[in-house]
Every structure is written in structure tokens, then in C-alpha cells.
């Protein structure tokens, strides 16, 4: 997820918030589901983020398709709402064949035109370009390590370097560290576009490199069991 509001920003912007049906952020970050149990507010803060947060975000993938359509996702975001790129998401996996990266790779100058007159996903010919440079990338980092996979995974920080507890305040100062410095950095040295340390901490973050579950919401010990039960892919 992107940074939410903080604390300092005016509380005007926070009421036209609430006037468009946003749901406002407690101090905490919690908010009860529908079920009474605290979750990340964000959770909640719409019908389409409810089963992506419960189910998806946070939890480890070792899927390349997975892993390549995320990262991919995050591109396209910048500028958008991630609100804005999941209500897409079936139509971009339509539009960029299921995200199968070795297909998307052979992608020419016909299929990127095709893809400017897709209303169904965002066209902006500089992120549907990036998508097809990043799929040639990604197949040359499978060839070298085996998979995508492999080489994502190696980029996960030391739980050392993560915070004690996952507070609100702990988390609005992570909107990028140095493992997703150090991974944006290695994905431009290998030729990959839209893949600033920010966005690739979006990625960290709904891959299950790390858990960004709120100390308290529902589901970050349900992420943890998950994590502590994933066999980290070595290639």
C-alpha cells in the first residue's frame, strides 16, 4: 500500500475525505470488519480492498507470474491509487497475456498500440513499455538464477532490521528502507524501469517479504504462520 494521510495533514482534507465516503484513519490504524475484528484500516476502506487485504496482501508468493504481475501492477500505479489498479487488475491480466513474462516479452510494436486502445487498463505508453522491457528482464534473471522467484527472495531484510512491533507511527516511516533501495537499485542496474524504492516496497509488501500488518489487525498473525511455513525459493 501507498502512505495514507498523516497525523500533520490539515484536518480539512481529512472531513473531504469523510464527505466522498472515505473511511477516516484512527490513531491506531484499526478499524473493525464487518465481523468486529480489527484490521488495517485500509482494509475496510472499500468493498474491493476487503479480500485483498484478508487474503492476499502480505501473504509470501513464490509464483514468478505472481511475483512479475505485481511488480508490474506497482508501475502502473504510480500516479493512481491502488484502489484505481485492482479494480483493473482482471483486465490488465487479460491485456498482458495472464502476466506470463516470456510471452509478454515477445510483445512488439502492434501489441503496444493494441494496448493504448485497451480502455480497460491504464494507457500510458511509458508503463506499457516499461512491462515489456521488464518481461525481457525478468526471463534473463530466470535464465541466471532459475527463477524470478530466487532472486526476489534474496532481497528479503533480516528481521533484525524490521521494527519490534508494527505500530502506525513505526509504519508511516517505512514507505521505503534499504532492502527495497537495495532491490530498486539491482533491478535498474539489470535494465528494469518504473521500479523507484518506494514502488518496490509496495511489491515487498504484498509479496510477504516482509509483514506490514499492523500490530493488533486479524490477519498479521495469519501472515506470520504463513512466512514461518514458506520454503524460500533458492532457484
Not at 133 to 152: C, T
Request: hydrophobic share 40%.
Amino acid at each position: 500500500m501507498r502512505r495514507w494521510p498523516s497525523d500533520e495533514e490539515s484536518t480539512g482534507a481529512r472531513a473531504a475525505a469523510r464527505s466522498r465516503g472515505v473511511v477516516a484513519r484512527p490513531a491506531n490504524g484499526l478499524l473493525p470488519g464487518a465481523d468486529g475484528r480489527p484490521r488495517c484500516f485500509w482494509g475496510i476502506s472499500a468493498p474491493d480492498y476487503s479480500a485483498y487485504h484478508d487474503a492476499e496482501w502480505g501473504f509470501p508468493v513464490g509464483d514468478d507470474r505472481r511475483l512479475f504481475e505485481k511488480i508490474c501492477l506497482e508501475g502502473f500505479q504510480s500516479g493512481l491509487s491502488w484502489l484505481t489498479i485492482l479494480r483493473k487488475r482482471e483486465a490488465f491480466r487479460r491485456a498482458f497475456a495472464g502476466f506470463d513474462f516470456e510471452k509478454v516479452a515477445r510483445f512488439g510494436p502492434r501489441d503496444v498500440s493494441r494496448l493504448l486502445g485497451d480502455a480497460g487498463i491504464v494507457r500510458h505508453r511509458g508503463k506499457i513499455e516499461s512491462t515489456v522491457n521488464n518481461a525481457r528482464r525478468a526471463g534473463d534473471i530466470a535464465q541466471e538464477l532459475g527463477s524470478l522467484a530466487a532472486y526476489f527472495w534474496r532481497f528479503e531484510p533480516d528481521a533484525a532490521s524490521r521494527p519490534r512491533r508494527l505500530t502506525w507511527k513505526a509504519l508511516s516511516r517505512l514507505s521505503e528502507t534499504p532492502a527495497s533501495q537495495a532491490l530498486s537499485r539491482d533491478l535498474k542496474k539489470r535494465g528494469w524501469t518504473f521500479v523507484g524504492p518506494t514502488t518496490v516496497y509496495a511489491f515487498m509488501q504484498a509479496m510477504g517479504l516482509v509483514n506490514d500488518h499492523l500490530e493488533g489487525c486479524l490477519v498479521r498473525d495469519r501472515v506470520e504462520r504463513a512466512r514461518r511455513g514458506f520454503a524460500r525459493p533458492v532457484k
